[in-house]
């Protein structure tokens, strides 16, 4: 963990200041405006990590102000990056080619044209977040068999990626319950990813309250991901069990004598606590031939739920890239980034997740909440 930080605050840092060293020259010429853009550049630059690192110090207005303002600065940095990355490739072949009007060039112009691109990403990122709000409820309807078990059918309501922190908070929790509730499911299943926040401050910003509005037949059960782990994975799994959902870890739980719920802690587990998560042949051994749910929140090594013959694995994590052009990778990187798949006799489903990590934002991709209707047939 400790090469992971280095290098992104190293990256952090250069990106920062690649941002700093193309922007500074546009000021006018005056000293106080020059002044009072370095401090506000460097207050926005550590808001999020300042605002972590002092939470214990910081009212919970200022805590969440800085915090905010932190994540968005995030997205906006990446844009910023971006767009400034293509003008310096341009600029380039201008140099060769001279295709560029001259008068862009021009101190006036080149300030007119940062207040545009400015604008634009400000208005981009702004539509981002209308649209992370915007939480759709996706169904999916897939048949299993039946084996030993007495039910026809099942009703689950799938969510992962809440990433619970006073960025959003509990207004945002309420709205992701009413679209669970709508959907009227026999079984709650939670693909980790709850939390994104140290569990005393979610405690103190009375963030979780709405999850008591769950109803369902079967109750509520979930998963550890590996924001559970960066926050501390015990005391986010007693914060999480407080509020009415059992976590199911490295573990089966047999439902209503006709299926079982298998729980896989995070693959990051070792990098964290330095013990390795059980095998998933050694979770599945002993268990009765009853049909098989499986949570495991990083959707890698899929053929390992083929040859352990589970029958539906769900899965989060991804969030679909949540910003583009992050959604154009993550294809690349996991075989299901996104939705529904079949491979032999096993379905998964990975879901692009119901809220947010960092930026409060989603441009590429939409949050969601997941209606899986099983039929078990003979």
Request: hydrophobic residues 45%; contains cysteine.
């Amino acid at each position: 963990m400790l090469i992971f930080f280095i290098t992104f605050f190293s990256f952090y840092a250069i990106s920062n200041y690649y941002v700093f060293s193309k922007t500074y020259p546009l000021l006018p010429d005056n000293w106080l405006i020059k002044f009072f853009f370095c401090i506000i550049f460097g207050l926005v630059v550590v808001a999020y990590v300042l605002s972590r690192a002092l939470n214990n110090y910081l009212s919970n207005f200022i805590y969440e102000f800085w915090l905010t303002i932190g994540a968005i600065w995030f997205a906006f940095l990446a844009y910023l990056i971006l767009t400034l990355l293509i003008i310096d490739i341009l600029l380039i072949f201008n140099k060769l080619l001279k295709f560029l009007p001259t008068f862009l060039f021009e101190i006036k112009n080149k300030r007119i044209l940062a207040l545009m691109i400015f604008s634009f990403i400000s208005t981009f990122l702004f539509l981002g977040n209308l649209n992370k709000r915007d939480i759709i409820i996706n169904e999916l309807e897939v048949e299993i068999q039946k084996k030993k078990s007495n039910l026809d059918s099942l009703t689950i309501a799938l969510a992962s990626d809440i990433h619970l922190s006073p960025i959003d908070g509990e207004k945002l929790l309420s709205k992701i319950v009413d679209k669970i509730n709508s959907i009227n499911p026999d079984i709650i299943l939670l693909a980790g990813d709850l939390v994104d926040d140290k569990s005393e401050i979610l405690i103190r910003h009375q963030i979780g309250k709405s999850f008591s509005r769950l109803k369902s037949k079967y109750g509520i059960f979930s998963i550890n991901g590996n924001h559970e782990y960066i926050n501390g994975v015990e005391s986010s799994v007693k914060y999480i069990e407080k509020l009415g959902i059992k976590m199911v870890r490295d573990t089966a739980i047999f439902i209503d004598n006709n299926f079982y719920i298998i729980g896989r802690e995070d693959s990051v587990k070792f990098r964290f606590v330095g013990e390795h998560r059980k095998t998933l042949s050694d979770l599945v051994k002993e268990l009765d031939f009853y049909p098989k749910i499986l949570l495991d929140h990083t959707p890698f090594n899929l053929n390992e739920a083929i040859e352990n013959n589970i029958d539906i694995q769900l899965s989060g994590h991804t969030h679909h890239g949540q910003i583009f052009p992050g959604n154009l990778i993550t294809p690349l990187i996991y075989e299901i980034s996104w939705g529904y798949k079949k491979k032999a006799n096993t379905h998964f489903y990975v879901t692009s997740g119901a809220g947010t990590w960092g930026p409060p934002v989603r441009i590429g991709s939409k949050s969601e909440i997941v209606k899986i209707k099983i039929k078990f047939v003979d």
